[in-house]
């Protein structure tokens, strides 16, 4: 069964910062890797989608690295800003049949 | 396209009716998730479809719990009786898998705004 980590639960850093994201998944046999954001009562938003095949995918300040075989991911975001502020989750789609399974995410404070 | 489509986005009701979750997917899409978020436990998967078949609903927590897909433009999620404990914030996605030749598939899943439950 997979099973996917966050670590730590929450962080809060001061503006300006650079800043990385933990993921890490148990079953290394995954499709791709998907990070969200999620803002305070509101919806999921893909951020970044990795393949299974790739090492890396950028999207602006984000920066999203996958290592499978060690079962991990990165989710580094450059210079940071309170409107970064919010809840970032990774999941993992494990098998034929695209089973999504989330992390608990990380809510991250982003201080002025 | 308008994305996916919950509704309602608030339900508040008592302990004991019946409840329906509503869902529509984007268009196009051939898989269709139910989550449940809590504080506790995170995001939960309930149950998904595939080309509007139920593949795997290990997640339902109870006999309480079903859902239905009638077509590939509509899904429901019903509670009957509701309890308190039921009360969460239900997410409806979709996805597109995309088959490559000699390779992995590539799909991304993309989620509505969420119904929030209270049973009171």
């Known amino acids: 069964k997979q099973e996917v980590t966050q670590i730590p639960a929450a962080l809060s850093v001061p503006e300006g910062e650079n800043l990385v994201l933990n993921c890490s998944f148990t079953?290394?046999?995954?499709?791709?890797l998907q990070w969200f954001r999620q803002d305070p009562g509101k919806g999921l938003t893909s951020l970044l989608l990795?393949?299974?095949?790739?090492r890396e995918q950028t999207s602006g300040r984000l920066n999203a690295s996958l290592d499978k075989s060690s079962g991990r991911s990165t989710l580094y975001i450059a210079a940071s800003q309170p409107g970064d502020s919010a809840t970032y989750l990774c999941?993992?789609?494990?098998?034929?049949?695209?089973?999504?399974?989330f992390g608990k995410g990380i809510t991250l404070s982003v201080r002025p | 396209d308008a994305g996916v489509i919950q509704s309602p986005r608030h339900e508040v009701t008592e302990m004991g009716q019946e409840v329906t979750l509503r869902c529509k997917p984007i268009?196009?899409?051939?898989?269709l998730f139910w989550y449940r978020q809590t504080m506790m436990r995170g995001l939960e998967l309930l149950i998904y479809?595939?080309?509007?078949?139920?593949?795997?609903d290990s997640g339902m927590p109870e006999d309480r719990f079903s859902a239905k897909m009638p077509n590939a433009s509509f899904s429901t999620l019903k509670i009957q009786p509701s309890e308190p404990r039921d009360s969460a914030v239900y997410f409806c996605?979709?996805?597109?898998?995309?088959?490559?030749?000699?390779?992995?598939?590539?799909?991304?899943?993309?989620f509505g705004q969420g119904t929030r439950l209270t049973v009171v």
């Open positions: 996605a979709s996805s597109l898998w995309i088959w490559r030749v000699g390779g992995p598939g590539d799909t991304e899943a993309f």
């Open positions: 079953d290394s046999a995954i499709y791709n």
């Open positions: 990795i393949q299974s095949s790739q």
């Open positions: 999941a993992v789609y494990t098998g034929a049949n695209s089973k999504l399974t």
């Open positions: 268009s196009g899409h051939d898989y």
């Open positions: 479809f595939n080309n509007n078949v139920p593949i795997d």
